[in-house]
């Protein structure tokens, strides 16, 4: 019996740390899943920068992008993206990115123009509804356009 892997490709930016990978090591161990993993070149986590460091393991395949905007959590913008979804050709992706994200705007843009059947799933901890109480930061205009796409073009899994 041949088993079909699944690609999956998650998108994290503090996973720029080795050490805070062991998740994606664990699903990598699973023979039914591939799994890539998709991070910054750097990231700057409080006010220290961190460049990504390498994978030891050869069953996560590590992707590096520069990121456009600095190191704003809801403003990153993957350079590499596009790049990597036509090369990877994932079944899932697993964005660690809110709805308002313009990451997550950038992902939905990816499988509408590149794959349309590839499924997204977001992890955030968002806990407050910001459509009501407003998106508290300078260009909110822009995060909540990404949160009525996100809403409208539906990722499959949040």
Request: proline share 4%.
């Amino acid at each position: 019996m041949t088993i079909v892997r699944k690609r999956i490709l998650v998108i994290d930016n503090l996973a720029v740390e080795s050490s805070r990978r062991q998740v994606y090591r664990l699903l990598a161990q699973r023979p039914e899943f591939e799994v890539h993993l998709l991070v910054p070149q750097r990231w700057k986590e409080t006010t220290v920068e961190i460049a990504c460091e390498d994978e030891p393991s050869h069953q996560v395949h590590l992707h590096r992008s520069n990121i456009l905007f600095g190191y704003r959590n809801h403003r990153v913008v993957y350079a590499g993206l596009f790049r990597i979804i036509t090369k990877v050709h994932p079944d899932f992706v697993l964005a660690v990115h809110a709805p308002e994200n313009y990451a997550t705007l950038q992902l939905l843009t990816a499988r509408k123009l590149l794959l349309p059947s590839m499924k997204i799933g977001l992890f955030a901890s968002r806990n407050i509804d910001l459509t009501s109480v407003g998106f508290p930061y300078k260009l909110s205009f822009l995060s909540s356009t990404c949160d009525w796409v996100t809403a409208r073009f539906k990722v499959d899994v949040v």
